[in-house]
């Protein structure tokens, strides 16, 4: 089945910086690449995606690349704000079922926004 | 819209009790899920559903059963509660498209 490896577990960045989490998948046939953002005590809300045939897509402050060849996708965020401090998931749909489209997601990064 | 609701929040069992999760979802969504979250491991799918009255194993489905009777519920069941059961429970919908809508959760303990 698929594996996806995150890191980095944990990353501090100062108000105003960039912060850039990074993940790996092992399934080439993954096609679907999503970024959570899970407040605490909140269910992981969406907050960008990318499809395999897409190597780039950006959505204000954030932006989230994809390499199909070496199998990883990261996830950027520019001019960071207090408010962006939560735990980040990446995920790889897997799903071999036709309909399942199943999420394995990464172990998460908590990022820490010093104001 | 509520989108996905979980009950309860909150629960203590002790070994070997059962109980029952519930997810809701007001969405009209044909495909639900139901997610562990455990401490440095991400979110897991314990069993998923792609239609009413449809229910497939996800990665971790032992130890529990699910049932959806009604498009609308997804049911996650406990027979016999253990310690590794101890988690946070997420359930999530999606409708034909990808995206999965996560629900707030169930924190669950057992003794």
């Known amino acids: 089945g698929e594996n996806v490896e995150q890191h980095p577990s944990t990353l501090s960045v100062q108000e105003g910086d960039s912060a850039v989490i990074k993940c790996t998948y092992s399934?080439?046939?993954?096609?679907?690449f999503p970024w959570y953002k899970q407040e605490l005590g909140k269910g992981p809300q969406l907050i960008i995606d990318?499809?395999?045939?897409?190597g780039e897509k950006k959505d204000q402050r954030i932006a989230v690349t994809l390499n199909k060849t070496a199998k990883h996708f990261s996830l950027h965020i520019t001019e960071t704000q207090p408010e962006d401090s939560a735990v980040y998931f990446c995920?790889?749909?897997?799903?071999?079922?036709?309909?399942?489209?199943?999420?394995?997601f990464g172990s998460g990064t908590r990022l820490q926004v010093q104001p | 819209n509520a989108g996905v609701t979980q009950t309860p929040k909150f629960r203590v069992l002790k070994t070997g009790q059962s109980m029952t999760l519930l997810c809701a979802q007001d969405?009209?969504?044909?495909?639900m899920y139901w997610y562990r979250q455990d401490p440095g491991m991400g979110l897991r799918l314990i069993h998923y559903?792609?239609?009413?009255?449809?229910?497939a194993k996800g990665e971790v489905p032992d130890g529990y059963n699910v049932s959806r009777l009604k498009k609308q519920n997804f049911l996650l069941g406990l027979e016999s509660a253990a310690p590794s059961q101890t988690s946070v429970y997420f359930c999530?919908?999606?409708?034909?498209?990808?995206?999965?809508?996560f629900g707030p959760g169930t924190r669950l303990t057992v003794l």
């Open positions: 999530a919908s999606r409708p034909g498209t990808n995206e999965q809508f």
């Open positions: 399934d080439s046939a993954s096609n679907y």
């Open positions: 990318i499809r395999s045939n897409v």
């Open positions: 995920a790889a749909s897997s799903g071999p079922v036709p309909g399942r489209r199943a999420l394995t």
């Open positions: 969405m009209n969504h044909e495909y």
């Open positions: 559903s792609v239609g009413e009255g449809t229910t």
